[in-house]
C-alpha cells in the first residue's frame, strides 16, 4: 500500500475544555496512576505529558481574557493592580461577565489532537495481572481508550 493509499490513523482529539477538565481533576489524575500492563501505563504516562503540554497554551490565554475582562482591585501590600476574585478564587467579571463567558466558552470549545492513538486497553493482560479497573476508572479514561 503506498503512503497516498494509507489511511491516516485515528488519534485523540479533546477540547481544551475537557483536557482542563481533565489536568485539574484529582480523581482523573488517580485513574492515570492506576496500575496496568506496561504498555497500556506507557502510553497514559504520555497522553497526561501531552495534555499538560497541550493545556499551556489553553491556560496562557484564559489569563489574557482574565486580564482584559476581570475587575481589578490594588493590592495594598504590593501596590500593584491584581484580578478581583470571589472568595472560591474564580475571577469577578462584574459588567465583563457576558463578554467573558462566551470567550471562556469559545477556548473551551477549540480543539486538540494530542497527536497520539487511542490507547488499547488488553483485558486478557489486565486479567492476568489480576487488576481490575474500577467503573469510575474505566469512566474516567474512556476518552484516551480505543472502544472495546
Same mark, same amino acid.
Given at each position: 500500500m503506498t503512503k497516498k493509499n494509507e489511511k491516516k490513523a485515528k488519534t485523540i482529539i479533546l477540547t481544551n475544555g475537557q483536557l482542563e477538565a481533565m489536568a485539574f481533576n484529582p480523581a482523573f489524575r488517580k485513574a492515570v496512576q492506576q496500575p496496568f500492563p506496561v504498555k497500556t501505563s506507557y502510553w497514559l504516562a504520555r497522553a497526561m505529558e501531552k495534555i499538560e503540554r497541550e493545556l499551556k497554551p489553553f491556560m496562557k490565554t484564559m489569563n489574557e481574557i482574565?486580564? !482584559?475582562?476581570? =475587575? !481589578? %482591585?490594588?493590592?495594598?501590600?504590593?501596590?500593584? =493592580?491584581? +484580578? $478581583? %476574585? %470571589?472568595?472560591?478564587?474564580?475571577?469577578?467579571?462584574? $459588567?465583563?461577565?457576558? +463578554?467573558?463567558?462566551?470567550?471562556? =466558552?469559545?477556548? %473551551?470549545? +477549540?480543539?486538540?489532537?494530542?497527536? +497520539?492513538?487511542?490507547?488499547?486497553?488488553?483485558?486478557?493482560?489486565?486479567?492476568?495481572?489480576?487488576i481490575i479497573p474500577s467503573p469510575e476508572t474505566f469512566a474516567l479514561l474512556m476518552p484516551l481508550l480505543e472502544e472495546l
Open positions: 482574565m486580564e !482584559k475582562y476581570a =475587575e !481589578k %482591585r490594588l493590592n495594598d501590600k504590593t501596590k500593584k =493592580e491584581e +484580578i $478581583k %476574585r %470571589r472568595p472560591d478564587g474564580m475571577p469577578v467579571w462584574g $459588567k465583563n461577565e457576558e +463578554i467573558a463567558t462566551a470567550a471562556l =466558552e469559545e477556548l %473551551r470549545a +477549540i480543539e486538540v489532537d494530542l497527536g +497520539i492513538q487511542p490507547i488499547k486497553l488488553d483485558l486478557e493482560a489486565c486479567e492476568k495481572m489480576d
